[in-house]
């Protein structure tokens, strides 16, 4: 959706498009984030004007909330009073979905059992979260034109690095303020990275003298060597790509129940299972490391393998199929990192863009049986 927003807002050469997220959506964007453990960032929630979400290069035309301050109620009785049809998204009914377990069940429920105005209480903090970030921000990137050090010579190996006796001088907020500027400069945005992630990073900052590494999401390091702190790339030579190239394993999918099947690949892990209950059957995030798929839509042989030239893929929630060269583009993974994303296919057909997107082909729909669903968990 927000592609072809994206695209209408070209043709028409605007620099904004309104949509129409409440404050309910507000509310409901902070309860979700504390159940991940954001941080001061999550917890904002969303702001009036925001950068375009997705694909997250786009950088002239801004996302426009202009009704976070009214109630969905108030919209639905206003579309009464001029005889205007109400519309609502048929999928913000399925309990598949985290977020509308959230919307139909949690909130309902502190609502009735702990605080009638839970949803004002969660805007208020949203408010209040929003404005310390503000200031945090400020702060930080006076900080950041002092401390970091760019090496851009090749703009698809971008690498920030800090002086860790420098950056060991901060308040721990502002270092990992930092790492989490350091991180999106380099990779582009922070999808995927968690609060568990920078707390692992500012965590090398006290090791001045030891040289250790932190793998990150979307093939990203973080390295303490010889006094620096420096966020950069896996794959940093042509050999480091060229090694993964060719390199495939292929394996027979589970047809027992609660059966495992362990496979490792140039260090990564995968586990295969097929369930036995729907119930262990959870809705995730689409670019989680843990992915459900529908047994139906797939043959019986998997192939664990890396990109080459040509490869189409159907995205989750697109009708048609997509070269993952674009898909990769729009993704905003760079030319370094793209080979370094694993691929499941299967009978040929890539099912899953590990850390990505699975296959709109082997999505789970309401009618299936626990017998037909997959479980697949990726390691790094």
Known sequence: RYEFLLKVAQEQQSNLVAVAHTADDLAETVLEHILRGSGLNGLRGMSEISGW????????????????????????????????????????DMLDFTRNRVRKTLMPLLASEY???IQ??????????????????QEMNTLWKEMSVFD???????????????ISTLHPSMQRHLVRKAYTHVCGDTRRITEKHISAVVKLIDHIHENKTIHLPFGLMAQSIDGKLCICHRSKSPSDILSLEGVERHIILPTQIDEQIHVEINSMSFCFKLLSDRGQYKSVNPSGLTQYFCTNAMGSQATIRFWKAGDKFKPLGMRGHKKLQDFFTDAKVNRVQRHCVPLIAVDDEIVWVVGHRISDTVKIKQDIDATNILEIAFKP
């Not at 996302?63 to 009073?81: A, H, Q, V």
């Not at 004002?120 to 921000?137: K, M, P, V």
């Open 53 to 92: 979400p997705w694909p997250s290069k786009e950088t002239k035309v801004k996302l426009f909330r202009p009704f976070l301050d009214i109630n969905k109620s108030e919209t639905s009785l206003y579309c009464d009073s001029i005889n205007q049809a109400f519309r609502q998204d048929t999928t913000n």
């Open 152 to 166: 851009t010579y090749n703009p698809e190996e971008l690498r920030v690095e800090f002086d860790m006796r420098q």
């Open 115 to 117: 605080n009638p105005q």
């Open 120 to 137: 004002n209480a969660l805007i208020r903090l949203s408010r209040s979260s929003a404005i310390d970030f503000d200031y945090i921000e």
